[in-house]
């Protein structure tokens, strides 16, 4: 509710929230649905299947769109249809579309990748030659990156989905998830190992939740930096994805980065590590950059400042042949 201009209470109609209907978007949904109902929001659940969940049988690199779990959540969005978007903040990009605008980061999850490996395999641990499933080129080339031995195959569908592939395909070793999903659907137990910065650095914004809204909406704009926003996280993932925007990348391009708070020298810094990998594993441009300016402009010029240090130091050129590389894209359905 809020007040007219004569103070009389107006009583909103429920936000109307879309979401992908995999169990790990709804469980997402439903935190931030929770969130908002603390905060006396009403709400209704809206589902929604988006391009990456309808194109399943092929690699994610080669659908040729950057917005492949949001492009239908903003038609609906800007069709009037939903008020309110929640989204992994990793799929969202970082360009959005005129008319909508991010109203909150929050809930943060542990960033890094996990390795789900049989038979209590470790990172340290994987054989010569092992097979390890990941969808992601960003895994994907860190993992050869580290491994050059290691055989990489493609990988789709919801968690639920591939832990089961690893289950009943004895020929693979392990493969790789985000911790945070994980975590949030009460798997944790599968995960083998948190995998070490030093080896896999995490997609931007991995971790964290988003939500949307059209960019008029103040009601439910308000709402949502009231139930969810949280200053530390909007820190570290604007910096991320400032790195990410600066690179142009996506789903279809190998860059990674994170960025957290950190307590020096008697005051509080942001530390941002970003990298881009050759497809192959064969180059990479890997570095950190910190300030002790805790602004979004701050953040933001962090990440920023970073890519170009690094497209100096050989990302440009990595970045140029993996986009040679690259297969054309398959159509959208």
């Known amino acids: 509710m809020s007040l007219s201009p004569s103070g009389f209470l107006v009583q909103h109609r429920p936000l109307r929230i879309g979401t992908r209907a995999s169990a790990l978007a709804l469980w997402q949904t439903e935190r931030v649905r929770a969130r908002l109902a603390d905060c006396g929001y009403r709400t209704g659940r809206v589902e929604i299947r988006t391009t990456g969940d309808l194109v399943q049988d092929v690699p994610l690199s080669r659908i040729g769109d950057r917005a492949l779990f949001t492009k239908q959540l903003d038609e609906a969005m800007l069709d009037g249809r939903i008020d309110v978007a929640v989204h992994s903040l990793k799929d969202l990009p970082t360009r959005l579309p005129d008319g909508i605008a991010l109203g909150a980061v929050g809930l943060r999850e542990d960033p890094r990748d996990a390795l789900v490996a049989r038979g209590g395999l470790r990172w340290a641990t994987l054989p010569e030659g092992a097979i390890v499933a990941t969808s992601s080129l960003r895994r994907r080339a860190q993992l050869l990156w580290r491994r050059p031995d290691l055989q990489v195959v493609d990988i789709r569908g919801n968690v639920d989905t591939r832990l089961a592939k690893l289950d009943q395909t004895e020929a693979w070793s392990a493969i790789l998830l985000a911790t945070a999903g994980l975590v949030r659907l009460g798997l944790d137990a599968r995960i083998s190992e948190r995998l070490a910065l030093d ?38 993932v604007t910096a991320e994805r400032a790195f990410l925007r600066t690179l ?69 050129a990595i970045l140029r042949g993996v986009r040679a590389e690259r297969a054309e894209p398959v159509a959208e359905p």
């Open 248 to 316: 142009e990348g996506g789903c279809q391009v190998p860059i990674a980065a994170v960025a957290h708070l950190a307590d020096e020298g008697g005051g509080r810094t942001l530390r941002l590590r970003g990298r881009v990998v050759s497809l192959g594993g064969e180059q990479c441009a890997d570095g950190t950059l910190a300030t002790a300016s805790l602004s979004a402009d701050s953040a933001d010029a962090l990440g920023t400042t970073l890519a170009h240090e690094l497209l100096r130091e050989g990302a440009d």
């Open 199 to 236: 080896v896999m650095l995490p997609a931007p914004g991995q971790g964290a939740l988003a939500a949307t809204a059209r960019a008029d909406d103040d009601h439910a704009l308000e709402a949502l930096r009231r139930a969810l926003h949280e200053p530390a996280v909007e820190l570290a």
